[in-house]
Structure formats: structure tokens, C-alpha cells
């Protein structure tokens, strides 16, 4: 039973940067859907004896180990090869295999090139993993071992690094058999994430007591991006119920440690919550940004169905006006319940209880027809962050405040 798997891309243009290795993250989420481990990714580039090693390391320590790339007709094509080479197994050709890749130019009304017959070329006792739509079949070999992790056998699937092609050759040949190889009594792996806006991962963390340690079941990992803070909570059992039921515990003590910290799970953003709270309370809006460089219209029209509470915004390259007029006259103009505002403070800013605002920062004004609430922000931040920030400190202000008025 497949229990430890490694991923390995292989390609010159993804150990150079040049382009990003999605299809390991893809892969990595399909076996952990069937119960599989990914314990090892490795990136490898175009050289024989490269490809040799990592293929050797990785039949010593995973019972299961997919490829990507690496099976075109180029001289830099090695992962056939390499494998034959790392196994012990020599190359042979597969008159199917042959027959299809032909098959594959003559529809194209073009002539083969000789260096293409490598592609029909697997090493011995492979079996071919079809590929309906290219010329590079996959393959399917299994190595006895007799240690290590993969005592008992390991088992290599090697597909082609072209996207399509590797996603419709996963789902029809190769996933079906992993699926057979765990059997009935495979583990069940469920993950929910939370996300938190307002203080800092360590901080968050320090509200957490004993919550985020090794050896924890279920086990919650925090993460800090963009100044977004998400805990991800993953429970491994024998059904989806199983993993729920060890899941919520956990969940339901971090909203009762974080309060309004969390602002959503999932897929949803700071901007996904602002416009179900909005749509909740009956309210609608419209922005002013002076300091964001456009992000809080681009958000909140962004989400789906945001016409109703989010009625448009006005983005200001140099705003001359404070932010407490901009709000004021935003909500006047779209005629909305609220008018949110961010703008460049004053050179010298200070809070309600008058004490300074030191360095660079922007005010936030939420008008409405009672009053204008107003927040200073400092920040010294990258550039390329500062923007992000702004605008979530922006949103969450807008969503501070509807909490607070829904629990008076």
C-alpha cells in the first residue's frame, strides 16, 4: 500500500525559474484526496546523471513516486532514460506505442521525425499510460526494493509535463489505479483554513495556547501572507465524518480565542466577508481611494454579486481633499448607507485622544448618516505591500464597525 509519495518535475525551465511548477501542487492535492502522503518535491533539470540520482533516492524512500516532464523527442527528454538507468532496466520498444505516435502525425498530415520513435521507447516491464491527445505516452513501472520506506516495492508513474495532457492522463489511467493500490481502508485527509486579520502571526499564535505543536491531532499550521494571517487545521481519518468531527473542537476554540480576528475560511477573502456582512445588515457602500491604488474598488466589485451592497468607488491619484470629506461626499454622490475613504494623513495626524501618529500614514473615514468614524494607520512597509495592506486595513475597518453597531 502506497503510504509515502514523492513528486519530482523535471525540466531545465523550472530549476532556472523560468517557469512556475504548478502541476506538483496539482498532484500533491490529488493523492492526498486518495489518501496517498506526499512527503518529498523534487525539482530537477535536464542532465542524465542528475535524473539518475534523484530517481535512486527517491525508490529508496517512497512507495510511490510521480513524474512530470522529461518525455519529449529532444536530446534534453531524459526521464525514460533515467529511469532505465536508475532501475536497472534497459529500454524496449513498444509497437503499440509506435503505432499510436505515428498515429498522432498523420492526423496532423505530417511526416514523423525519425527522433520521435524514443517516445514508444520504456523501460522493461513498464506498462504504457496512454496519452489520447500527444505523442508522449506515460509510464508505469514498478521496483521491487528490499528497504527502507519503500520496502516492498515502489512504484513510478511518469507523465508528460504538458498541463492537459498530465491532468487527462492522471484522472483516466493512473489515478484509478493508486485509488486500487490503498484499497478500502484508506485514511481520509480533510483540511479547513481560517483566516485572521488584525494582529501579527505571532501574536495570534500566542492566543493559541498549546494549539499549534508538532505532534497535535488534528494539527493546526499558521501561516502569515499579505498580511493576512491563516491557520489551516488538517485531521487524517477513516472518513470524511471521522475528520470533521476531530476538525470542529479545534475550529471552534480559535473563533473563541480570536473573536472578530477571523474575518473568513476557504477560499473567501477580507472582501468576501465585508460584502456578506453588508448584505446581511442591509447596508450598501461606496469607496474613495486615495491610498490603495485601486484595490478597494477592484476587490469589492471583485466578488461575486457585490452590485447589491457595493455601489462603486472613486480612485484619487492625489486626493485633495481629507479623508473625512472624501467620505462624506463619496456617500453622497453613489447614495449610499456608507462612505469609506483613505487618504494620505496630514504631515502631522493625531487619534481621538491626541496623541501624535509617527512616520508615513493614512486616515480612514467611514461616514454615515450619524457620524464619520475615523482611524489613523502608520506603517512602514515594502512597497509592494503597502497597497495590500491599506486596503485590508481599510475593509476590516468597515467590518469592525458593523459588528460592533450589530452587538449594541
Known amino acids: 500500500m502506497a503510504t509515502h509519495a514523492e513528486i519530482i518535475a523535471i525540466g531545465d525551465e523550472i530549476t532556472s525559474g523560468q517557469m512556475l511548477d504548478t502541476n506538483s501542487q496539482w498532484l500533491a492535492q490529488r493523492l492526498e484526496a486518495l489518501g496517498v502522503r506526499t512527503l518529498y518535491h523534487t525539482t530537477v533539470g535536464d542532465e542524465l546523471q542528475p535524473c539518475v540520482n534523484v530517481f535512486r533516492h527517491a525508490m529508496a524512500r517512497a512507495n510511490l513516486v510521480v513524474v512530470t516532464g522529461g518525455l519529449g523527442p529532444t536530446a534534453d527528454d531524459l526521464t525514460r532514460q533515467s529511469l532505465g538507468e536508475a532501475t536497472g532496466r534497459p529500454l524496449q520498444l513498444d509497437a503499440a506505442a509506435l503505432r499510436h505516435v505515428r498515429d498522432i502525425f498523420t492526423r496532423l498530415h505530417r511526416q514523423m521525425p525519425p527522433q520521435n520513435e524514443i517516445q514508444a521507447m520504456f523501460p522493461a516491464g513498464s506498462r504504457v499510460i496512454p496519452n489520447p491527445h500527444g505523442t508522449a505516452p506515460g509510464i508505469d513501472l514498478e521496483v521491487p526494493c528490499s528497504h527502507g520506506p519503500a520496502e516492498g516495492g515502489c512504484r513510478f508513474f511518469c507523465l508528460p509535463g504538458v498541463p492537459a495532457e498530465m491532468m487527462e492522463m492522471w484522472r483516466e489511467s493512473v489515478a484509478p489505479v493508486i485509488a486500487a493500490m490503498v484499497g478500502p481502508d484508506r485514511r481520509v485527509v480533510l483540511r479547513r483554513t481560517i483566516h485572521c486579520f488584525g494582529a ?24 502569515a501572507s499579505k498580511a493576512t494571517v491563516t491557520l489551516r487545521i488538517a485531521a487524517e481519518g477513516a472518513s470524511e465524518a471521522e475528520c470533521v468531527a476531530a476538525i470542529e473542537p479545534t475550529a471552534a476554540a480559535i473563533y473563541d480565542c480570536l473573536g472578530s480576528l477571523v474575518h473568513s475560511e476557504g477560499d473567501d477573502q477580507l472582501q468576501d466577508a465585508l460584502v456578506r456582512l453588508l448584505r446581511g445588515v442591509g447596508r450598501t457602500l461606496a469607496t474613495a481611494d486615495g491610498a490603495t491604488g485601486g484595490l478597494l474598488a477592484e476587490w469589492l466589485a471583485g466578488v461575486n454579486g457585490s452590485s447589491d451592497v457595493y455601489r462603486g468607488g472613486l480612485v484619487l491619484s492625489r486626493p485633495d481633499s481629507p479623508a473625512e470629506a472624501l467620505a462624506a461626499e463619496c456617500r453622497t454622490r453613489f447614495g449610499t448607507d456608507f462612505g469609506l475613504a483613505v487618504a494620505p494623513s496630514p504631515s502631522i495626524a493625531s487619534d481621538s485622544t491626541h496623541t501624535a501618529v ?12 450619524e457620524a464619520v468614524a475615523v482611524k489613523h494607520v502608520a506603517f512602514a512597509l515594502h512597497p509592494e505591500l503597502r497597497h495590500i495592506y491599506l486596503a485590508k486595513q481599510s475593509l476590516d475597518f468597515v467590518r469592525q464597525t458593523l459588528l460592533l453597531a450589530r452587538q449594541s
Open 200 to 223: 501579527g502571526e505571532s501574536q495570534i499564535e500566542s492566543m493559541l495556547p498549546d494549539m499549534i505543536r508538532r505532534g497535535r491531532q488534528p494539527t493546526v499550521g499558521i501561516t
Open 358 to 369: 509617527p512616520g508615513p500614514s493614512v486616515t480612514i473615514a467611514l461616514a454615515s448618516d
